[in-house]
């Protein structure tokens, strides 16, 4: 399917808060590949971690699955496990664009219009959040975590990736130049990465390795690691 370029900060003035609408969804594939370094690497490790830990007809959730793309690579890389596969988005349009093309590359996925905090799950083999929990009230994800430990079957596996933060001021800031540089590198201007950033402001807010591995430990997990950092990007496994 034919990308369309995200230009929303292109414009002259920021009208509100960032938001996954319908605008975004539109745009949102060339600006989740512009936006997260090593965004499709990730999603292949991912393929492959589940490959090996996961049994025959694995039940796996992407909370937060927004346009889909984790879900429809993992209904190929899987296809033998016959895996059933349900993506959770409370943005409507993102669940829209998802279904579509879902059904473009003929992948068999259940998409659900849900908030992650009000939703109950089934028992699953896996249960993946990318970039979601940043998005998620500090105060409140405790309780999410804790819910997705419950719900995850003995030795299930939980993936998160996040946006992080360093404890360290000077490095932190360095780390975000290195990352405001690799937005310049995907073509994005001076005036679009600041936009997005005051947007964004209030809306995402990054925690750090420890805190996150800490969230892990405190909901259960009996072992948790990162198995993917760039900069500012983490991502981790949990076992149950
Ligand atoms: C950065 S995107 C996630 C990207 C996606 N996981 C991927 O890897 O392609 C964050 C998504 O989380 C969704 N979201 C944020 N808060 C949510 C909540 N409380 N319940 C459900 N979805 C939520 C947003 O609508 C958005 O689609």
Redo the contacts with the bound molecule.
């Keep these: 399917m034919k990308e369309k370029k995200d230009n929303i900060f292109k414009i002259e003035k920021i009208e509100s808060d960032f938001q ?1 609408n319908k605008e975004v969804a539109n745009i ?1 594939d060339d600006m ?1 590949n512009r936006s ?1 370094p090593f ?1 499709r690497q990730v ?1 292949e490790a991912i393929g492959e971690i589940l490959e090996k830990a996961l049994p025959q007809n694995p039940v796996i959730y ?9 879900l429809i690579y993992l209904a190929s890389v899987l296809k033998d496990k016959k895996p059933e596969l349900i993506g ?4 409507k349009d ?1 669940v829209e664009k998802a279904k579509e093309k879902a059904k473009a590359y003929n992948k068999e996925i259940e998409f659900i219009v ?4 009000s939703i109950e799950f089934k028992q699953a083999d896996a249960i ?5 929990l940043q ?2 009230r500090p105060l409140k994800r405790p309780e999410i975590i804790k819910k997705n430990y419950k719900s995850l079957k003995e030795k299930g596996i939980f993936i998160l ?1 996040e946006k992080v933060i360093l404890e360290h001021p000077e490095l932190n800031r360095d780390f975000l130049e290195i990352y405001y540089n690799f937005k310049k590198k995907q073509g994005y201007s001076e005036l679009e990465i600041a936009k997005k950033r005051e947007a964004l402001e209030n809306v995402l807010i990054p925690f750090t390795i420890k805190e996150n591995i800490g969230l892990l430990k405190n909901a259960g997990f009996s072992y948790s690691t990162t198995f993917f950092q760039w900069i500012n990007f983490a991502s981790f496994v949990a076992v149950k």
Aim: with cysteine; net charge negative.
């Design positions: 996954f949102f989740l997260i965004y999603i992407d909370l937060g699955c927004s346009t889909g793309n984790t959770i988005d409370n943005s993102m849900s908030d992650i905090e993946i959040m990318n970039y979601t998005f998620i990736s």
